[in-house]
């Protein structure tokens, strides 16, 4: 239920105020890809400063994307920037389910030292052939694990190809990935549109990615997020969903328990689940 990924560059204070603002379904701070080697520090310095404010992104799911595990400066982002006031990272690169198990036990401890009263999601994006022929067992490393993200440049990158618009040599990966999300009972968010401008390319990107199982879609820029999010108009099954979402927490809350987690169709729901359920439901002004 996750339709649009707004990636912010995390060295940028004014795009990172801006976010407050915009209505994508998660919020992610990027610490990888858009900040420069030398700025790496005082991005997370930014993104740890912006994330004491969360509740200025109001129902939005908040994210931070770190650095891959290969590059050696994962557990140095997670220490910065884990805190009750992220609902997941995004892992980008990821090759194995080793190194998913890697970062959980490192979450664990930097929850346990900060006494955190949640459990930190992950997003494994998938931008290898590696990572693509595990990506099965890499989305059932861990229970932690509840989304897989294609990341389609880095992928031809991988495989010593160019991008193509029509998109034949990457067709096998981006089918094979919402598969796998699917087989593993999690969900898949599709590659980003890199081409700012055309809208009307990035709808018909979208509507490809829906055919093919992805529950949303990566953005790089604020006037992508509603092209994109009326592509995934919730299907009548994710809105019988997001109310028995609402329902059962909401009746944990009235009895005083606050929001807990709880079973719903023999799935674990909690608070980032109520939250995205509710937006559904409020975006379509029903109950």
Not at 138 to 151: C, E, P, S, Y
């Amino acid at each position: 239920m996750f339709r649009t990924l707004l990636f912010i560059p995390g060295n940028n204070k004014r795009f990172i105020e801006k976010a407050k603002s915009l209505n994508a379904d998660i919020i992610c701070f990027d610490l990888e890809d858009s900040v420069p080697l030398n700025e790496k520090q005082a991005a997370r310095d930014l993104v740890s400063e912006a994330l004491e404010e969360k509740k200025d992104h109001g129902n939005r799911n908040v994210y931070v994307r770190i650095n891959s595990y290969e590059s050696g400066m994962s557990f140095q982002d997670l220490d910065a920037i884990v805190s009750d006031q992220i609902d997941g990272v995004v892992v980008p690169k990821v090759n194995n389910e080793k190194e998913v198990n890697y970062l959980v036990r490192s979450l664990i401890e930097s929850e346990r030292q900060k006494a955190m009263s949640k459990k930190i999601g992950i997003m494994a994006s998938i931008e290898s052939a590696q990572g693509l022929v595990n990506s099965y067992s890499i989305a059932t490393a861990d229970v932690r694990v509840k989304t897989l993200v294609f990341g389609v440049f880095d992928f031809l990158n991988d495989m010593g190809l160019d991008y193509v618009q029509d998109g034949i040599e990457y067709s096998f990966a981006r089918a094979k990935i919402p598969i796998d999300a699917r087989a593993a009972g999690i969900g898949a968010i599709d590659a980003i549109w890199h081409k700012v401008d055309d809208i009307e390319g990035l709808v018909r990107d979208a509507g490809t990615a829906k055919r093919l199982g992805y529950q949303g879609k990566c953005v790089i820029h604020p006037k992508q997020v509603e092209p994109v999010a009326n592509v995934f108009i919730p299907s009548n099954n994710e809105i019988d969903w997001a109310r028995k979402v609402v329902h059962a927490l909401e009746e944990i809350m009235e009895k005083g328990k606050g929001i807990g987690a709880v079973t719903v169709d023999g799935r674990m729901v909690d608070a980032a689940h109520y939250r995205q359920a509710k937006s559904v439901l409020d975006s379509l002004n029903i109950r």
